[in-house]
């Protein structure tokens, strides 16, 4: 394989090709030829693990090319050569993304290596112990996985509505009648939603929801159909609550890199503004009091 051999320069770029360098060692001498389907070579085979020309043979390059790779050398690289490298060292998601990362390319989309319920009840016990502050958790497709009870007090979140909390910003009454800045919002979320889904374009499960959204509301097609996106971050949002009257509150979305798939999102009550007692308050035993009625009535 042709390689294009570059000066060397940064004290950056030296200490990722050593780490690189460290790395793919490690993860060579951790497979046996056994288990790349090689013989193991008997006794002339001095250390454990896979030798450089076999991983080379192995993954289809040059040995020339695959030593320059390990010695940390500036080469051109490529994804689908660095996938082959990867499959015979036997990388998992992280490792794969690790070997971009000190390649100098970007990391491919991550994939689940996790049980569904990984990390959930943790989770869980993050927006539950928020309180009285709202919280919620959210799949890749934007699904309520799990919400606190400030979330179903202040913004109505509720068994009988559709799980997913885009579908439910276009269509919910509840929260619209409470989101204030709701026409202000709308085009930011629409646009937040539209970078989550460029992130897994071959996910069908995006295109669904998009989809049953553009059918129900033209609210929704109209937004969609500028094609602006945004990355998710800090969100000012204004409540109308028929208890509490106005509360402002700044929405924050966090990821984990151990389940990527999921978003807490968590809202704080705006600096300056009375929001933060309000919200105590409505969860004391008078404010829940006070909402039984209101329900009732």
Partial sequence: MAATVTPSGG??????????????????????????GLPDGGARRRTPGLRREEVAVLAGVGASWYQWLEQGRDITVSPQVLDAVARVLRLGDVERRHLYVLAGLNPPPRTAEYAPDHLCDGLKRVIDSWMPLPGHIMDAYWNTIAYNDAAAVIFGMRPEISENCLVNFFTDPVYRARSTRWAQTAPIVVAEYRAAMAERLDDEGFRLVVDELAERSEEFRELWSSGDVAAAGQTAKEVEHPLAGTLFLESTHLQLPARPDLTIVLHNAAEGTDTAEKLRWLASPEGRREGLRNIAG
């Fill in 11 to 36: 004290g950056m770029r030296s200490r990722r090709h050593r780490e690189l360098r460290e790395f793919l060692m490690t993860r060579r001498a951790r497979v046996s030829p056994a288990e790349a």
